[in-house]
């Protein structure tokens, strides 16, 4: 097996395991044993846990975050953008759909640790301010955006949740019906 095969295979095997068990329950002899080869085999491309899920997290996570991101353009329906959104959490892969509830256990503080917490908060205060210069062209009452744009990050959050965490199928139309409750304030 080539190197960065047995590396992906002990990523991956982490990825599973850590979403079973949790950053704390989880052990480079148990990753290991599941990914079929020994200790030091890990060690030599993980130097820790740690290191192993930072990877994860700080790499995949936010890699798979920039996708999503970047596949989505804004033109002139702002509630369609959001609806084709949160629609396409539906068709993440299994390992996405994993990848994705790790850093959302991160997020919550359920999981990881203080530098990784650290970071999750940092991306979350830069949540807010994306989502306004977002739907700010829409707004005819910047005031009341602000409220609007903190009910429609709420409301991403549940549906990401449902789809993600909870495994949901959630119909385009179901999703466009409440993301337009939400979005009701900007026009």
């Given at each position: 097996?080539?190197?960065?095969?047995?590396?992906?295979?002990?990523?991956?095997?982490?990825?599973?395991?850590?979403?079973?068990?949790?950053?704390?329950?989880?052990?480079?002899?148990?990753?290991?044993?599941?990914?079929?080869?020994?200790?030091?085999?890990?060690?030599?491309?993980?130097?820790?846990?740690?290191?192993?899920?930072?990877?994860?997290?700080?790499?995949?996570?936010?890699?798979?975050?920039?996708?999503?991101?970047?596949?989505?353009?804004?033109?002139?329906?702002?509630?369609?953008?959001?609806?084709?959104?949160?629609?396409?959490?539906?068709?993440?892969?299994?390992?996405?759909?994993?990848?994705?509830?790790?850093?959302?256990?991160?997020?919550?503080?359920?999981?990881?640790d203080d530098e990784l917490i650290d970071i999750m908060n940092k991306w979350e205060?830069?949540?807010?301010?994306?989502?306004?210069?977002?739907?700010?062209?829409?707004?005819?009452?910047?005031?009341?955006?602000?409220?609007?744009?903190?009910?429609?990050?709420?409301?991403?959050?549940?549906?990401?949740?449902?789809?993600?965490?909870?495994?949901?199928?959630?119909?385009?139309e179901e999703i466009r019906k409440e993301l337009a409750v939400a979005l009701k304030?900007?026009?």
């Open positions: 097996m080539a190197d960065s095969d047995m590396k992906l295979k002990i990523k991956n095997v982490a990825i599973d395991y850590f979403n079973r068990e949790g950053f704390h329950g989880a052990t480079i002899r148990n990753i290991a044993k599941e990914a079929n080869c020994s200790l030091p085999m890990v060690n030599y491309y993980y130097n820790s846990k740690k290191e192993l899920f930072h990877e994860i997290i700080k790499v995949d996570y936010f890699d798979l975050l920039n996708r999503q991101a970047t596949r989505l353009k804004i033109n002139n329906d702002v509630l369609s953008f959001y609806t084709e959104f949160v629609f396409g959490l539906n068709q993440l892969t299994e390992h996405e759909k994993k990848v994705y509830r790790l850093g959302i256990k991160v997020y919550y503080g359920f999981d990881g205060q830069s949540i807010f301010p994306r989502h306004y210069q977002l739907v700010k062209p829409f707004l005819k009452n910047e005031e009341q955006g602000v409220y609007v744009v903190k009910a429609l990050v709420h409301l991403i959050a549940t549906l990401v949740e449902e789809i993600v965490v909870k495994g949901r199928f959630l119909p385009e304030g900007i026009g």
